[in-house]
């Protein structure tokens, strides 16, 4: 049933604008069990299907060219039909994946269903940043996105603490809840983004959509976003030469990358697989889970921090941490081939504290900021098309590390396999340092004049006193 229209309290707005920002919030908490899902299934899966190495290394990492796909097709969605059904086709893509997981009887209708729920998680995560960005009001909004981050690791908690005792085919028919909700939610309740509908020129619609966020008063903020509209050119192949444009986009890669290159897939996806390789001294499904909850506990922390610690600082703290971590994981495995099985009799506290580390570390930084690097560094007009290369970008580095992990065990070892992922993340690091700007404190178009090199007009420009208005609204 729609919600009804019209001038109604600003208190009453507030509550409406809470329960779509838990609409949006449960599309996270979707991406965040479907991160988990393999960690706890597998085991099960494998036994079941009777599944080689090769298998296990496609289960684990085919979510992530559907990621990929779902991000590029996501990107031209999420202008074509809108924010609020571009949200829908992500429930779309998790449930009808969901589903061939729980009827398929072989393993390519297997494959499909998680190809499937990468199509959801790579549509959700970056529609859900720009929902909720433009929904918002501004003292909320660095909070507001930063937390999709803690509900996506609150996901990946939950995911593990289900698994415990769920059989794969329920755990799959749970998973299934949250993006059901948060599709339904989108479908019957939530309003279409203000700023979208005025770019279509849909004006009316785009009044009722601002009155349901924020109540009856909305002349001044709509007259601002409509300003704001009207100046927004579009991107051409000669603005992407220019160094506000590229050099802001190359810098966004490397965080990425650094995200991806530390492993942070392999650990998730075969969680269960790593604990019961390394001996560890707790159940391998209660370490997991001790993980998830580091990860939620540490996600909470790093977005108290982000604004007065400043990303870089955050970032540079969180590749440090998490590359020491990924040395004492692969020390661990080295003196464990050299020692035999012996050895995690009485060091098997070891790889839990090795991984609560990186839990921590990735945590901090190298998890939550790649995309708000990207959201801060890339001027407004080029963010869609950015947007889209980026999150492609980001799955594609993924899916590789993931997909290629056993084939590195086999040629490295494990030990090797972890040191050059630490590697890989020291190697992008030093050129992080060098060229990535802090953007703590500074106005998008004080960062864009960072990249352009002079004192040239930013591209999207918008008064300080309108700046000010809409931090007020």
């Not at 590029?72 to 059904?85: E, H, K, M």
Request: aromatic share 12%; proline share 5%.
């Amino acid at each position: 049933m729609q919600p009804r229209r019209g001038a109604a309290s600003e208190a009453t707005a507030r509550r409406r604008f809470y329960l779509c920002v838990a609409a949006a919030y449960l599309a996270m908490m979707s991406v965040g069990v479907m991160c988990a899902y393999s960690s706890p299934a597998l085991p099960q899966i494998r036994e079941r299907f009777n599944l080689t190495e090769n298998d296990v290394a496609w289960f684990g990492s085919l979510v992530l060219p559907g990621a990929a796909l779902g991000g590029l097709v996501g990107g031209q969605l999420v202008n074509l039909i809108g924010r609020r059904a571009t949200m829908v086709s992500s429930a779309v893509w998790f449930v009808s994946g969901w589903i061939c997981i729980i009827l398929a009887k072989s393993t390519p209708l297997l494959f499909i269903g998680r190809f499937l729920t990468g199509g959801g998680m790579g549509t959700a995560a970056p529609t859900t940043s720009v929902y909720l960005s433009e929904v918002s009001p501004s003292r909320l909004r660095g909070l507001l996105n930063t937390g999709c981050n803690l509900l996506m690791a609150v996901g990946i908690l939950l995911g593990y603490v289900m698994g415990k005792w769920l059989y794969y085919t329920w755990l799959a028919a749970a998973c299934i809840v949250p993006a059901f909700v948060s599709g339904a939610a989108f479908v019957l309740y939530v309003q279409e983004s203000p700023r979208w509908l005025i770019q279509k020129g849909r004006r009316s619609q785009a009044i009722d959509a601002l009155k349901f966020y924020r109540g009856p008063k909305v002349e001044e903020e709509f007259s601002l976003l409509e300003r704001s509209a009207s100046n927004m050119p579009g991107l051409s192949w000669a603005d992407i030469r220019q160094p506000q444009i590229y050099k802001p986009f190359l810098c966004s890669l490397l965080p990425m990358f650094m995200q991806q290159a530390a492993g942070l897939n392999v650990l998730l996806f075969y969680a269960k697989d790593i604990y019961d390789e390394a001996g560890a001294s707790l159940e391998s499904d209660d370490c997991a889970i001790i993980g998830g909850g580091i990860t939620v506990a540490t996600f909470l922390v790093a977005t108290l921090l982000a604004d007065k610690a400043g990303r870089k600082a955050l970032f540079i703290v969180s590749a440090i941490t998490t590359v020491i971590a990924l040395g004492m994981l692969g020390l661990y495995f080295y003196l464990k081939d050299i020692n035999g099985e012996d050895f995690p009799k009485h060091y098997g506290w070891f790889p839990l504290f090795a991984i609560g580390t990186y839990c921590v570390g990735h945590s901090l930084g190298l998890g939550p900021l790649p995309f708000v690097f990207l959201g801060e560094m890339i001027p407004l007009k080029a963010k869609g098309v950015a947007s889209g290369i980026c999150t492609a970008f980001l799955f594609g580095v993924g899916f590789l590390v993931v997909k290629e992990h056993f084939d590195l065990q086999h040629l490295l070892g494990t030990a090797g396999a972890y040191w050059l992922y630490g590697s890989l993340v020291m190697a992008a690091f030093v050129p992080f340092v060098m060229f990535v700007p802090e953007t703590k404190g500074k106005s998008l178009e004080e960062i864009e004049k960072l990249f352009s090199g002079s004192g040239s007009q930013p591209s999207v420009y918008i008064t300080a006193a309108d700046q000010v208005k809409l931090a007020n609204c």
